[in-house]
């Protein structure tokens, strides 16, 4: 039985694996003599994520797919409960990154080092995030789960997709893409170089 669910979760961890990728290689390149631009991108591609993974992405995992892995594998409680947590503590981490760069945008050169590394340490834990759930949970629950379960999932799922992992347009946020993509350097983007 093909599970729609656990395909569109692999789909938007890795459309937010990119992101997360091209937000460090942009970090690395650094403003340039472009500053503008380059908070403008990183605004974006933090946006991205609070919009994205933490509002839709999440609720639908500890809501749907959590309890219900929970009842058939209750040995995975540590795993879920620690998830759940950090789902928990998401929109708080990506609003502090939020808050760390508009400090380094608007009181300068002192704030970039909280930034960068609060920048690292997030990218690092957010991989080891959905390797948790790829690795461990995912597998626990294609293994699991009933054919009624995964019809639910696959609902709830099909829904609300993220339109970089589905390809799915919506005009609401054609404006959002649009500033990542043509405003962010290569490989990152299509945009000229910020040097």
């Given at each position: 039985?093909?599970?729609i669910a656990s395909h569109i979760i692999r789909?938007?961890?890795?459309?937010?694996?990119?992101?997360?990728?091209?937000?460090?290689?942009?970090l690395k390149q650094g403003?340039?003599?472009?500053?503008?631009?380059?908070f403008d991108v990183m605004r974006a591609m933090l946006f991205y994520i609070d919009e994205f993974p933490e509002r839709r992405h999440h609720p639908k995992e500890s809501d749907l797919l959590f309890p219900k892995l929970a009842r058939y594998r209750p040995?995975?409680?540590?795993?879920?409960?620690?998830l759940e947590g950090e789902h928990m503590a998401g929109e708080a981490r990506v609003r502090e990154l939020q808050h760390l760069l508009l400090g380094w945008e608007l009181l300068g050169e002192?704030?970039?080092h909280a930034?960068?590394?609060?920048?690292?340490?997030?990218?690092?834990?957010?991989?080891?995030h959905?390797?948790?759930?790829?690795?461990?949970?995912?597998?626990?629950?294609?293994?699991?789960?009933?054919?009624?379960?995964?019809?639910?999932?696959?609902?709830?799922?099909?829904?609300?997709?993220d339109p970089l992992a589905a390809g799915v347009h919506d005009p609401m946020y054609d404006r959002l893409f649009t500033r990542i993509v043509l405003s962010a350097p290569a490989p990152i983007g299509v945009g000229p170089a910020l040097a």
């Open positions: 039985m093909t599970q789909k938007e961890h890795a459309a937010l694996a990119a992101m997360l990728t091209s937000m460090l290689m942009l403003p340039g003599d472009k500053p503008e631009r380059f040995d995975l409680m540590p795993v879920i409960a620690r002192s704030r970039r930034f960068c590394e609060s920048a690292q340490e997030y990218v690092t834990f957010y991989r080891e959905m390797r948790t759930e790829e690795t461990q949970l995912l597998p626990a629950a294609e293994s699991s789960l009933s054919a009624q379960d995964w019809r639910e999932l696959d609902v709830a799922f099909s829904s609300d997709l």
